[in-house]
């Protein structure tokens, strides 16, 4: 049975700085790529970041490059978000997903846009 456990999110002023985790188990953790997405209400969920099954390579949304990291701790099995310089437009819930094929290297842009194993969220909600 696959869990992802997010945690990490909380209240900020704009500027600053979270890293959220999200705790995998019930999968193997390092054939799968992972990804951050994020939903504000009344708008679809939105791939924030991914990262490849072997934490070799990034994919970023415009939005986010230069201020988040994406990566993937595998003797820990956790994928972490770091964030920097956050914005009042970073409000919304975090989901980490699980991509729905293994050893995805490519296209990482699709991670996770066909699985059905998401967290269950973490806030993060940014003042300005």
């Known amino acids: 049975q696959v869990q992802l456990v997010e945690s990490g999110g909380g209240l900020v002023q704009a500027g600053g700085s979270l890293r959220l985790s999200c705790a995998a188990s019930?999968?193997?953790?390092?054939?799968?790529?992972m990804a951050w997405f994020r939903q504000v209400p009344g708008k679809e969920r939105e791939l924030v970041a991914a990262i490849s099954w072997n934490g070799g390579t990034a994919y970023y949304v415009d939005a986010v490059k230069g201020r988040f990291a994406i990566a993937k701790d595998l003797a820990k099995n956790t994928v972490y978000l770091e964030m920097s310089s956050l914005k009042s437009g970073d409000t919304a819930v975090y989901y980490c997903v699980r991509d729905a094929l293994q050893y995805r290297q490519a296209a990482l842009h699709e991670t996770g846009k066909d699985s059905g194993s998401w967290g269950q969220g973490t806030q993060v909600t940014v003042s300005s």
């Open positions: 019930g999968f193997t953790f390092s054939t799968y790529a």
